[in-house]
Antibody, heavy 121, light 107 residues
Framework: QLQLQESGPGLVKPSETLSLTCTVS??????????WGWIRQPPGKGLEWIGS???????YYNPSLKSRVTISVDTSKSQFSLKLSSVTAADTAVYYC?????????????WGQGTTVTVSS | DIQMTQSPSSLSASVGDRVTITCRAS??????LNWYQQKPGRAPKLLIS???SLQSGVPSRFSGSGSGTDFTLTINSLQPEDFAAFYC?????????FGQGTKVEVK
C-alpha cells in the first residue's frame, strides 16, 4: 500500500525559506507512470497546486509561484522535496504531497496526510 | 489560468437526499475534470476522474457528468459519511486549478 508522508518545520519566519520533504513508501518513486506533486490549502480556503516532479527530475510549476519554488527528487531515498523562498503570512497553509499519473487524464490519486506550516515571526 | 467556479458554495441536505454540485470552467477543458471529497482535517480523496470515471472503492451513489465547460457531481441518496467539502479540478492546462469548493452540510 503506497503511503506518502510530509515532514518539515511547522513554523517559518517571514522572508525565510520553507522546506518540506515527502517520503514515499510501499511503492516506487521511480515509476514511469507517475508525477509527484505539492498542493497547499490556506486555512479555511481551497486547494492550490504548487508544482510537480517526475522521477527523472523534470519539473513543472504553477507560474504564480514559479519564481520562489524549487522541487527536487532523491530517488535513492524515495523522497521529493519542496523549497519555497521569501515566505510571507500568505504562505501559511496545510501542505500536501501527492501522486498523479503522467498520462493524458491526470488526477491526484494518493495523498499524504498534510503538514501545517505557519509563517510568523 | 483556467478558472473553475463551483455552485453552490454550500448546501444543506438530509440523509437520503439527491445532491447535485456543478462546476464551470472558464474555457473548454474537454473531460479533463476530476472531483475530490475532503473531510475536516483530512487530505482530499479522489472520487471521479476524467469527468465521469468512478475511482475504485468509491460508492456507486457518486456519479459525474459533463464535458466542455459544464460539469456535475451527483450524490444519490446522501449518506451520513458524505457530509464534506467537494472540489473540482481541471488538468487540461497548466496550472491545473481547483474550484473553490462546495460544502455539503447537515440540514
Amino acid at each position: 500500500q503506497l503511503q506518502l508522508q510530509e515532514s518539515g518545520p511547522g513554523l517559518v519566519k517571514p522572508s525565510e525559506t520553507l522546506s518540506l520533504t515527502c517520503t514515499v513508501s510501499g511503492g516506487s518513486i521511480s515509476s514511469s507512470s507517475y508525477y509527484w506533486g505539492w498542493i497547499r490549502q490556506p486555512p479555511g480556503k481551497g486547494l492550490e497546486w504548487i508544482g510537480s516532479i517526475y522521477y527523472s527530475g523534470t519539473t513543472y510549476y504553477n507560474p504564480s509561484l514559479k519564481s520562489r519554488v524549487t522541487i527536487s527528487v532523491d530517488t535513492s531515498k524515495s523522497q521529493f522535496s519542496l523549497k519555497l523562498s521569501s515566505v510571507t503570512a500568505a504562505d501559511t497553509a496545510v501542505y500536501y504531497c501527492a501522486r498523479h499519473s503522467s498520462g493524458l487524464y491526470s488526477a491526484f490519486d494518493m495523498w499524504g496526510q498534510g503538514t501545517t506550516v505557519t509563517v510568523s515571526s | 489560468d483556467i478558472q473553475m467556479t463551483q455552485s453552490p458554495s454550500s448546501l444543506s441536505a438530509s440523509v437520503g437526499d439527491r445532491v447535485t454540485i456543478t462546476c464551470r470552467a472558464s474555457q473548454s477543458i474537454s473531460t479533463y475534470l476530476n472531483w475530490y471529497q475532503q473531510k475536516p482535517g483530512r487530505a482530499p480523496k479522489l472520487l471521479i476522474s476524467a469527468a465521469s470515471s468512478l475511482q475504485s472503492g468509491v460508492p456507486s451513489r457518486f456519479s459525474g457528468s459533463g464535458s466542455g465547460t459544464d460539469f456535475t457531481l451527483t450524490i444519490n441518496s446522501l449518506q451520513p459519511e458524505d457530509f464534506a467539502a467537494f472540489y473540482c479540478q481541471q488538468t487540461y492546462d497548466t496550472p491545473q486549478t481547483f474550484g473553490q469548493g462546495t460544502k455539503v452540510e447537515v440540514k
